[in-house]
């Protein structure tokens, strides 16, 4: 067990439908302003339409115009967490909000996050593990055209693009777990070589494992690696009633076009 009192924590897992990009962000958002000493939760979850989301503080630039031209049928928002562009269309995100202080800090949690990821990709026969110190350092660009130390990768190439941010004594974590190639029209709108520059494309679960298993199948073998890598009790619930008031009053702010577009190049 990693950090200070892993092992004391008391999880919910939510398991949401699939929504749109400014409600999910408003949902994570919510569940890391109102997380509670010794309480932390878990959601998976998906988005309806596709959905361009762009980090915190990453200018909107011409790959991303070129894309949303180019793909009417796609939403764009800013996530509340940092990293890279990212097009959530044919795959699972996680979001994971706890108290900081329980993984003894937020470089820990990140790395005590993705390896629970780690251990729910073995529970479906995926052979994930973190990048060592020779992966590529991330550059300007989009969340899966390289990979950084501590994320996790399938042979080699990058299958999870993670992104953090603290949130007074708690924190959020993102995750995006690509199910099927859906990343190409953002690579290609970027001018990256699909083949990226480590020389392979992200790793899907289609690819690994020749298809994608069932939603439910998904998002057991997840709760069940997390509940394994991190310990402490795990539940499923819904949200609370201050939480979901509190994401209803954030959800005028994601759905912005002030908030999305506040950074342009």
Not at 135 to 158: M, T
Not at 217 to 231: E, N, P, Q, R, S
Request: hydrophobic letters at 45%; a neutral charge; charged letters at 20%.
């Amino acid at each position: 067990m990693t950090g200070g009192n892993l092992g004391r924590l008391s999880w919910r897992i939510l398991v949401d439908g699939p929504l749109p990009g400014a409600a999910n962000m408003a949902r994570d958002h919510a569940l890391a302003e109102l997380a509670g000493h010794g309480e932390a939760v878990l959601r998976l979850y998906r988005w309806s339409p596709a959905t361009l989301s762009l980090g915190r503080n990453e200018p909107l630039g011409e790959i991303h115009r070129r894309l949303l031209a180019s793909r009417l049928d796609v939403g764009v928002v800013r996530r509340p967490t940092g990293g890279r562009a990212v097009l959530h269309d044919r795959e699972l995100t996680y979001g994971v909000a706890a108290p900081v202080g329980a993984f003894g800090g937020l470089r820990a949690a990140y790395r005590a996050i993705n390896r629970a990821v780690v251990e729910g990709l073995g529970r479906l026969g995926v052979a994930a593990e973190l990048a060592g110190p020779g992966a590529l350092p991330p550059g300007a660009g989009v969340c899966f055209a390289d990979s950084a130390e501590g994320e996790v990768v399938a042979g080699g190439r990058k299958l999870v693009g993670s992104a953090q941010r603290r949130i007074g004594d708690a924190f959020l974590q993102h995750g995006s777990l690509l199910l099927d190639d859906d990343q190409g029209a953002l690579l290609a709108s970027a001018g990256e070589d699909p083949q990226g520059e480590a020389g392979a494309d992200p790793a899907t679960l289609a690819d690994l494992l020749g298809a994608v298993p069932p939603w439910p199948v998904l998002t057991t073998a997840l709760a069940d690696g997390f509940a394994a890598a991190l310990g402490g009790s795990w539940r499923r619930a819904a949200m609370t009633p201050a939480e979901v008031a509190l994401s209803d009053r954030l959800l005028a702010s994601y759905d912005s076009r002030e908030w999305t577009r506040r950074r342009e190049e």
